[in-house]
């Protein structure tokens, strides 16, 4: 299976207790609404050079979480994605233009997700969808920005994925993106906090164990936003990076950040292949 040392160790003393166990993703498929389907499993791209498989949280979860993201009526996520329709079709700001009096119809954005983050030739460094959407705001629309993880900004950000659901997840490592992906790789390898856990100890070394009553995936980005039962509202990747790095006791980098954007586009660089799912489901 996979190595099982140091972090294994970090982990017992964490959540220490009989629950620590190994537990495969199960064999499950997705197909959401009958309708798209959605790749959980695929062969690690090469640039991941310490997994041969990679895996969507999907397969991690539940079978009655799992459940909650097959159907669009089900899917709690889709309450944002509504929401966010509206604000589309909504003029705002001193120019007097609405999103879709640019872009057209929401289902225009169709392949955006998949790409994101990815190089902004224009501002010279790469940009997340919450960056690209703030700054159609501010400079196209003279409105206000959105808090980066704030309601208005999720939903928009879960519509724009919802558009792109079923496709790979591709976005580009080289050329001008190289540096900020080095530099996101190099956040994901660093352990942090009074833990001195990295993101690699627990979702590469330790995925498919048994954490109390979470199953630990492989920490993959693709279906995000995420609807959270425990918390009931959709989250951002950024809240997400933050909630974990506190989990190891360390101070977090700002949501926006430059860290934080690095350190996305890596991790959406360890899920190419994988389908875009978002908004999904998870615990
Ligand atoms: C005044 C016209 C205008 C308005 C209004 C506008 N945008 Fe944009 N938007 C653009 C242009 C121009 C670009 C850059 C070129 C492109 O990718 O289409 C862009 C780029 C984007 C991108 C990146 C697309 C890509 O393919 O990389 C996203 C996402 C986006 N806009 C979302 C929004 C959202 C959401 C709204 C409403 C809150 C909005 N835009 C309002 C003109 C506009
Ligand atoms: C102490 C162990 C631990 C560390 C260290 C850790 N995480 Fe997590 N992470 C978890 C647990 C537990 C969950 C919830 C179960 C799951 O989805 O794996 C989770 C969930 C996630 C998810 C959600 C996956 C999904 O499909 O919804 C992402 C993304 C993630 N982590 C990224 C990171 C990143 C990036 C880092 C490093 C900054 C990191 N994590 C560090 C334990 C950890």
């Not at 928009?156 to 496709?167: D, E, F, K, P, T």
């Not at 995420?226 to 360390?250: E, I, M, P, Q, W």
């Not at 926006?256 to 875009?276: D, H, Q």
Request: aromatic content about 8%; overall charge negative; some cysteine.
């Amino acid at each position: 299976m996979k190595k099982t040392t140091l972090a294994v160790c970090s982990i017992a003393v964490l959540w220490v207790g009989p629950q620590l166990a190994v537990a495969d993703p199960d064999d499950d498929q997705l197909v959401i609404n009958e309708e798209i389907s959605i790749v959980t499993e695929v062969a690690a791209p090469a640039h991941v050079e310490n997994l041969s498989t990679i895996y969507s949280g999907w397969r991690f979860r539940s079978d009655e979480t799992q459940a909650v993201q097959m159907d669009d009526f089900d899917n709690p996520g889709m309450i944002g994605v509504e929401n966010a329709l509206v604000d589309w079709d909504t003029v705002e700001g001193t120019a007097g233009q609405s999103c879709a009096g640019c872009h057209g119809a929401a289902e225009d954005m169709a392949g955006v997700r998949a790409v994101y983050p990815k190089w902004n030739e224009e501002k010279g460094l790469v940009t997340t969808l919450e960056m690209e959407v703030n700054n159609c705001r501010e400079a196209r629309m003279g409105a206000d920005k959105w808090k980066y993880t704030g309601g208005d900004m999720t939903d928009m950000v879960a519509l724009i994925s919802s558009v792109s659901r079923g496709m790979p997840v591709n976005v580009a490592i080289d050329g001008p993106a190289q540096s900020t992906w080095e530099e996101g790789k190099e956040l994901y390898y660093t352990r942090t906090g009074q833990l001195e856990l990295s993101c690699a100890n627990c979702h590469e070394d330790s995925y498919g164990m048994m954490i109390r009553a979470d199953h630990l995936s492989q920490g993959q980005i693709n279906g995000f936003p995420t609807y959270r039962l425990k918390n009931t509202k959709l989250n951002s990747v950024h809240a997400r990076f933050k909630g974990c790095v506190r989990d190891t006791r360390a101070e977090t980098y700002k949501p926006g950040s430059p860290e934080f954007v690095a350190l996305e586009l890596y991790v959406a660089s360890r899920g190419n292949g994988l389908s875009v799912e978002g908004p999904s489901v998870r615990n």
